[in-house]
T-cell receptor, first 110, second 112 residues
Framework: DTAVSQTPKYLVTQMGNDKSIKCEQN?????MYWYKQDSKKFLKIMFS???????INETVPNRFSPKSPDKAHLNLHINSLELGDSAVYFC?????????FGPGTRLTVT | DAKTTQPPSMDCAEGRAANLPCNHS???????VYWYRQIHSQGPQYIIH???NNETNEMASLIITEDRKSSTLILPHATLRDTAVYYC?????????????FGSGTKLNVKP
C-alpha cells in the first residue's frame, strides 16, 4: 500500500548508456514531480506533470525526458548517461499544498 | 536559485525544544513557507506549512515573522528519532503550477 513507489531503488550503469526510472502513485493525485538530489543533499526540481501534461521543465539537459502515460505514472528516461548524472532521483505527487515523496532511486554512473 | 538560507547543522538535547531558523528575505506575498525533513536517505517528509500566521500541528510549530522574511520551525520535545535534515522551502504558485524551492537544509543532531 505504498503511496509513491519508484523502481529501481539502485541503478549502476556505465557512461553512455540509456536508462529509465519508473514512478507510480496510488493516491489519486493529479500532479507529479521529479527532483534530483546531488551529493551535497541539495534537492532541485526537474519536471512536473499535471494530469499527464508537462507544466514545469527546469533547465535540464534534453537527455532527460519525462513521460506520463497516465496521471498515476511519471517515468524518467535518461539518454547518454554522464558521470554528473550520478545522484538520487526522487519522484513526488501533490495534493493541494503537500507533496508526497517516493523512496528515491540512487543512480551511479561509472 | 535557492530562496531560503539555513544553518548547515544544529545540536539539540533529547527532550528539549529544537528551534530551526530559516531566512527567506526575498519571499513574495503569496508564497508559502514549507518545512520537510529527510531521515537518512529516505524521501522527504512533510512537516508543516504556513503563509502569514503561526501554525501548529501534531509534529511541530511554525513561527513566521511579521515581515515574513524569516521563520522558525519548533519541535517542542525532540527525540532521537527527530535526527534528520530539515529543509525550509518556499512554494511559488503560477497559473497552473506549483514550484517548491528547497533550501540547503539543516542537519539536526538530537543527542541523549
Amino acid at each position: 500500500d505504498t503511496a509513491v513507489s519508484q523502481t529501481p531503488k539502485y541503478l549502476v550503469t556505465q557512461m553512455g548508456n540509456d536508462k529509465s526510472i519508473k514512478c507510480e502513485q496510488n493516491l489519486g493525485h493529479d500532479t507529479m514531480y521529479w527532483y534530483k538530489q546531488d551529493s551535497k543533499k541539495f534537492l532541485k526540481i526537474m519536471f512536473s506533470y499535471n494530469n499527464k501534461e508537462l507544466i514545469i521543465n527546469e533547465t535540464v539537459p534534453n537527455r532527460f525526458s519525462p513521460k506520463s502515460p497516465d496521471k498515476a505514472h511519471l517515468n524518467l528516461h535518461i539518454n547518454s548517461l554522464e558521470l554528473g548524472d550520478s545522484a538520487v532521483y526522487f519522484c513526488a505527487s501533490r495534493r493541494a499544498g503537500e507533496q508526497y515523496f517516493g523512496p528515491g532511486t540512487r543512480l551511479t554512473v561509472t | 536559485d535557492a530562496k531560503t538560507t539555513q544553518p548547515p547543522s544544529m545540536d539539540c538535547a533529547e527532550g528539549r525544544a529544537a528551534n530551526l531558523p530559516c531566512n527567506h528575505s526575498t519571499i513574495s506575498g503569496n508564497e508559502y513557507v514549507y518545512w520537510y525533513r529527510q531521515i537518512h536517505s529516505q524521501g522527504p517528509q512533510y512537516i508543516i506549512h504556513g503563509l502569514k500566521n503561526n501554525e501548529t500541528n501534531e509534529m511541530a510549530s511554525l513561527i513566521i515573522t511579521e515581515d515574513r522574511k524569516s521563520s522558525t520551525l519548533i519541535l517542542p520535545h525532540a527525540t532521537l528519532r527527530d535526527t534528520a535534515v530539515y529543509y525550509c522551502i518556499v512554494r511559488v504558485e503560477g497559473d497552473n503550477f506549483n514550484k517548491f524551492y528547497f533550501g540547503s537544509g539543516t542537519k539536526l543532531n538530537v543527542k541523549p
